[in-house]
């Protein structure tokens, strides 16, 4: 019988939570349900497969770095904006690294999955940002490529402490941000 008070989000909270402490590659189903109170198989009550579960993982994380960016750039705009979302999202791939690493590859797997609705909610966090630059409709595309690969690639790297040079990595960000504001502005 599954611990008082289990539920699939309940579920899914604790994974994420032991996948930032162990690393995302090696969470386990018996890991969880050691960490949750249960024996393995009373966990299929509620999440259906190590994949369902990666995949909730991987929702999660989308809408909680979504929340984090959208709540930061409150208010903000140009480089205001684009220097706050950046921090908020570097931020918290610093901090969860384990539930960020399930989000890489994986897709929708069509409109109702709740990492469709998680993703356009990120991405739309990060047109707003770039909306401030005038980028034309035609380069929106790019330029979120762009803002999301710089973003993606200084914090998993940072994430992974794979910085491991004397220069301190709170300026290289800062400097970066600086980059991709010359970069977008030279668009406008």
Known sequence: MPRAGLDPAAVVAAGAAL??????????????????????????????????????????????????????????????????????????????????????????????????????????????VLRAYDVSPGEMTHALRALRSFLHGFATIEAGNGFQWAADVDESFEWLIALMDRGLRKSD
């Open 19 to 128: 996948a930032d402490e162990v690393g995302f590659g090696r969470l386990t189903m018996g890991m969880l349900a050691e960490r949750v109170g249960v024996r393995t198989p009373s966990l299929y009550k509620h999440i259906a497969s190590q994949d369902d579960l990666n995949r909730r993982i991987a929702a999660l994380a989308v809408t909680e770095a979504s929340e984090a960016v959208g709540a930061a750039t409150q208010g903000y705009a140009g480089r205001d904006a684009l220097a706050a979302a950046s921090r908020a999202f570097r931020g918290y791939v610093v901090a969860h690294p384990g539930r960020y690493a399930a989000t890489v590859g994986v897709e929708p797997t069509g409109p109702d999955d709740p990492m469709a609705a998680a993703s356009v909610r990120l991405m739309a966090a990060l047109e707003a």
